[in-house]
């Protein structure tokens, strides 16, 4: 029985190895596309991997899917996640170009033209990582010296420095594939000029891409927000989490990411409320005609002031701003620091308004006065048997 089983074995290696039969040579072919294919993918994974480490991305999935924190949210990500999967598509790319190879061989291809072919495929994979990876620690050097120095100096630096990364990072890419493909026999001279081409017919084509660009730049240079500030763009609130060469990411209270092209955000408004480091409270309170101001007025300020995130300079104000229908509106202002403002002021709503009902002060509130119509009366009309029936005006003469 054993020497049967050998003899099976040994007949079906001699007929797999046999490279005349057209089965054979498409088996043998279909194994190598899949064998280039998946040590391209598993190169590309450790590529990847590797490559978000350096980057500051390794809290990323593969596949370009976000991981979650312990809180369950999605942690942030950045846009060098998408040029670290385009070199991973890359890489698999030239493992499977090495599978084509293989199978060409198979088929009878020259075996110097492949061994050829195979050198340049792996010299511009090599070039094209390594250029890469150059480019990526680079950039993360730049961003890095960028936080030291905005931490140093509170000027806001790391906008900028993170912006130029994000360029670094991007052109290094594009540096490695030029190189990669003059491998492949493609001169230096022929690449500018069809990058060149390419260029013209993307930039009329991206017309809107490129105003991203261009306004992510001045955005980057005169920086009239940075990260981490609160803000107002294009009609939207939030903390500046990331400015890229295309896009301005918001971060908003409620845990959500709103991405912004830069063309709209530098075209549109820009409240920012981090520039300054004191903001003032503005505050309205309504009360009744019959109450007195002067003591509605010294409440206020009284309890404004009794608050130690008011500040004693500018002094709080509060003057009568208006005699609307039904009540005396006075408006109080004061000036406390920029990150107590909200609270501050949720506060003070309440804080006054339980001032108003100690002193017995009203603030009134809309009134309806519901009236009604009664129909009138019918007049009943005299009975038609006590009266005479005439039947001309002429007959009673």
């Known amino acids: 029985m054993d020497s049967d089983v050998l003899t099976s074995l040994d007949q079906l290696r001699a007929w797999a190895f046999d490279l005349s039969g057209w089965p054979q040579r498409t088996m043998w072919a279909a194994l190598a596309v899949v064998a280039g294919y998946l040590v391209g993918l598993i190169l590309a994974r450790l590529l990847t991997l590797s490559a978000r480490k350096l ?22 990500v950045t846009t060098d996640s998408v040029a670290i999967d385009i070199l991973g598509s890359l890489v698999k790319g030239m493992g499977v170009l090495v599978g084509i190879a293989g199978a060409a061989w198979v088929f009878g291809y020259p075996v110097e033209q492949l061994q050829s072919i195979a050198i340049r495929a792996v010299l511009a994979l090599a070039i094209l990582v390594a250029v890469w990876f150059l ?75 490129l105003k991203a660009v261009a306004a992510g730049v001045v955005i980057a240079i005169f920086r009239p927000y940075r990260i981490g500030d609160g803000v107002r763009i294009a009609g939207e609130d939030g903390v500046v989490s990331d400015i890229t060469p295309f896009t301005t990411v918001l971060n908003t209270i409620d845990n959500r990411e709103i991405v912004i092209t830069n063309d709209k ?3 549109d408004v820009i409240v920012n409320n981090s520039t300054r480091s004191v903001r003032r409270v503005d505050l309205l309170f309504s009360i009744d005609y019959d109450d007195d101001i002067d003591k509605a007025i010294r409440v206020i300020e009284e309890t404004l002031r ?61 009134h309806q006065t519901a009236v009604t119509k009664y129909p009138r009366k019918e007049r009943k009309r005299p009975e038609t048997a006590d009266l005479p029936i005439i039947a001309n005006p002429r007959d009673t003469d």
């Open 55 to 76: 980057s500051g991305l390794s809290h990323l999935k593969s596949g370009g899917k976000k991981s979650k924190d312990a809180a369950g949210a999605p942690k942030e």
């Open 306 to 366: 009794a608050d130690p995130r008011v500040r004693d300079e500018p002094p709080v104000w509060c003057k009568v701003v208006d005699l609307a229908t039904s009540s005396v509106d006075l408006r109080a202002r004061a000036w406390c620091a920029n990150g107590d403002w909200w609270d501050l002021r949720c506060d003070m709503l309440k804080n006054v308004k339980q001032a108003f009902d100690r002193e017995g002060i009203t603030i009134p509130y809309p």
């Open 265 to 267: 955000a530098w075209g």
């Open 135 to 209: 480019g990526s620690w680079l950039g993360e050097r730049v961003r890095k010296f960028g936080d030291k120095v905005g931490r140093a100096s509170h000027s806001g630096s790391r906008t900028l420095f993170s912006f130029l990364s994000s360029l670094i990072r991007i052109g290094a890419l594009a540096i490695g594939l030029i190189a990669a493909l003059q491998q492949f026999g493609f001169p230096i001279a022929s690449l500018v000029a069809v990058v060149g081409a390419a260029g013209l017919a993307i930039a009329l084509a991206l017309q809107d891409t």
